[in-house]
């Protein structure tokens, strides 16, 4: 089976016949109030099946999804391995590299309790340097340690743990395993097993969310062609409902989001699917509006109310965001055709 190469004009339009673009800013958007509600009480206060972090869990779970359908289809494309990490590096690294030299070189200055001379002494302690980009607590640095939270950018927990699944669809794809239905099914059967034993461990719960990136390429490989009906969206988002406040919420959301994910994302409607012709700003929502938020809750402390809290993290992120995508991550992308020398694959990997 051919593997040729789409071209750009025609990937441009295929993109635009979905609504993923429209997805992946929602569920951003989700996950900033939800963490708006987490970094105002602090996680020890939370109760144990709190709505918005339900909601917020629901959005990320979307996002694993989004990426789990889309990420095989771009190695199927184009199966060689040194062009699908250079694009998949160009989308992801450019944007986080600058949003982290805004947090160190901006927020840090700003929010520290340290001088000048201890911050930028800490700053370039090697030690410190370790942890960025995907540091969570600031106290080395003097950062938000009086906040109810003392994180400085969890939500950049997800990026390793996303260039992980990068790696094993490229290892399958060169393996010539990836189309074959038994590996996907066996990753995520194996992935469930080790929920209650593996995942029991919080430093290493988050790590379920791989499950949503796994089923996203399943149906994305196998089940192209499925066709997703509003009524059994229905009746999974109920069930969903019902089990919020049990143990069962994780297991039914394994069905329940990317089956509505994925319905809602090929509804054909043409205002939605043209939502991202003027830029994609999740991405960007996404990693700045962490330390955002926390210089806020520094600044003006927990006494706002949810919504204005939540509103004030959209307004003041959004430009930064915007700014990511037109003078960062659209020039960036805009290299992904820089002439690379292919890896040459066997007949058996490129079919």
């Not at 789409?6 to 989700?30: C, G, Q």
């Not at 959005?59 to 062009?83: E, H, K, M, N």
């Not at 840090?108 to 309790?113: D, E, K, L, R, V």
């Not at 960062?328 to 020398?341: F, G, W, Y």
Request: include cysteine; hydrophobic fraction near 55%.
């Amino acid at each position: 089976m051919s593997h040729t190469p789409i071209p750009d004009e025609m990937r441009t339009a295929i993109r635009h016949e979905n609504n993923f673009d429209l997805l992946r800013l929602v569920a951003a958007l989700i996950i900033i109030v939800s963490h708006a509600y987490a970094l105002q009480v602090g996680y020890l206060a939370m109760p144990a099946f709190c709505p918005l972090v339900l909601v917020g869990y629901a959005a990320l779970a979307a996002l694993f999804t989004v990426s789990g359908y889309l990420i095989p289809q771009s190695w199927c494309a184009q199966p060689d391995p040194v062009r699908f990490f250079w694009k998949r590096s160009l989308r992801v690294f450019p944007g986080l590299i600058a949003a982290v030299l805004f947090t160190l070189l901006v927020v840090g200055p700003i929010a520290t309790s340290l001088s000048p001379a201890e911050y930028l002494h800490a700053l370039l302690s090697p030690g410190n340097l370790s942890e960025a980009p995907f540091f969570e607590d600031g106290s080395s640095l003097g950062l938000f340690t009086a906040n109810p939270i003392t994180y400085v950018n969890a939500s950049l927990w997800t990026i390793p743990v996303e260039f992980s699944m990068y790696v094993i669809v490229a290892v399958f794809g060169m393996a010539g395993l990836l189309r074959k239905k038994s590996v996907l099914f066996g990753l995520i059967a194996a992935n469930l097993l080790l929920w209650g034993i593996w995942y029991a461990d919080p430093s290493l719960s988050k790590i379920r969310f791989t499950l949503y990136f796994l089923i996203g390429a399943y149906l994305s490989l196998h089940h192209p062609n499925l066709r997703y009906d509003g009524g059994a969206v229905f009746l999974l988002l109920l069930a969903l409902v019902a089990s919020a406040a049990t143990p069962l919420f994780s297991f039914v959301a394994l069905i329940a989001v990317p089956y509505a994910v994925l319905w809602f994302a090929h509804l054909p409607v043409p205002a939605l699917n043209a939502f991202g012709r003027h830029g994609d700003f999740s991405y960007g929502m996404y990693i700045y509006a962490y330390p955002i938020q926390q210089t806020i809750v520094l600044f003006l402390g927990t006494s706002l109310s949810l919504p204005v809290f939540a509103a004030l993290s959209i307004i003041l992120t959004a430009p930064f965001a915007v700014c990511s995508w037109v003078f960062i991550e659209r020039r960036a992308l805009a290299l992904k055709q820089v002439a690379l020398a292919p890896v040459r694959l066997s007949r058996s990997v490129r079919e």
